[in-house]
């Protein structure tokens, strides 16, 4: 079995992907150990999609080496496929299927008997609780409810890792945490999760640890908290002004008071180590913005200090 011996389940070393002149994938290293989430975090054309469909098996190599569970995806590639739970950025159902049919025909592509297969439709069914609605069909079913069948539906051969390609786009607050949940339940049983995703909320819910990509690079690796410590300051103010009362040179205003300033359009972000401390020295100063809001950092602030731009194109 893989990942004896503390060996890593998937290892890439310099792996690249290109499509003719565009370099996708630029020469990324990375580890994901059994039983934990890791994630690829970062804006649509970071090559977060063409790593995965390289580590699915369904996209070859470029350069560099790719191991999954100590195989090589170009010679044994039906045997990794095997082995994974695949839930794609696009919802692959059967509109004209039941949600029941949907799983149990997706599982005889794994060679499951029918008895076997029948009792793991019902218990992926209860897990995503769509069990009220496994004879229905598909098509009428919300984004949400699709996209936990999906996630049923890629349980079914009992995966070692599960590839989660964008998870939650598309739903809505609601839909997202419940999708949420059932992953993190699926973390807390010991499967392996390895996503790619561009919101923020989503890598620090649940990833143990991630790496953020911007063009193809891997620019910053770590846990959350890690990579929050590390290129972030434990508290950001933002500040909000009315039309044409933002000052020009705010480095007037907050010298010796921050650590850095980061202008967006719509407002102002001061880290520092206390927010409220950083208020109270603008107030004595005499900057009256029309709000100020003291927050702890996120990833967000993360990736506009690696790139300097927003993350949410």
């Known amino acids: 079995m893989s990942s004896r011996n503390g060996e890593p389940l ?35 054309g970071a090559g977060k999609t063409s790593t995965m469909r390289m580590i699915g098996c369904v996209s070859p190599v470029t350069d560099g080496t790719l ?47 029918r008895k076997a297969l029948a009792a793991r439709a019902d218990e992926l069914l209860e897990f995503v609780e769509l069990s009220e609605r496994a004879n229905d069909r598909v098509e009428p079913l919300s984004g949400g409810m699709k996209r936990r069948l999906t996630i049923a539906r890629s349980l079914v051969n009992d995966p070692d890792v599960m590839l989660l ?13 419940v999708v949420w949940d059932r992953l993190y339940r699926l973390k807390r049983q010991g499967t392996t999760l390895l996503l790619t995703t561009h919101y923020m909320d989503e890598a620090e819910q649940l ?23 590390r290129y972030s300051t434990r508290e950001v103010v933002e500040l909000r002004f009315d039309d044409g009362s933002r000052p020009e040179d705010l480095g007037y205003w907050t010298e010796g008071l921050v650590t850095r300033v980061e202008s967006l359009p719509d407002r102002v972000l001061l880290y520092t180590q206390d927010g409220d401390a950083a208020s109270h020295g603008l107030h004595e100063r005499g900057l009256v913005p029309e709000s ?6 996120t ?8 790139t300097g731009r927003s993350l949410i194109e």
């Open 299 to 306: 990833l967000e602030d993360v990736f506009l200090h690696l």
């Open 207 to 229: 990833c143990d640890r991630l790496v953020v990509m911007d063009r193809g690079k891997i620019v910053a690796e770590g846990s959350p908290r890690e990579l929050i410590e």
């Open 292 to 297: 100020i809001l003291v927050r702890r950092s």
């Open 10 to 44: 998937i290892q890439a070393r310099g792996l690249v992907k290109r499509f003719g002149e565009l370099v996708a994938v630029d020469g990324i290293d990375f580890d994901l150990q059994r039983g934990e989430a890791f994630g690829f975090l970062g804006p649509n």
């Open 67 to 113: 191991s999954i569970f100590g195989l090589d995806p170009a010679k044994d590639g039906v045997a990794i496929r095997g082995r994974l739970g695949v839930v794609p950025q696009m919802d692959t159902l059967d509109m004209e299927l039941t949600v029941r049919e949907n799983i149990v025909i997706y599982g005889r592509y794994f060679g499951l008997q």
């Open 165 to 177: 390609d964008e998870p939650t786009t598309g739903l809505d607050p609601q839909a997202r945490h």
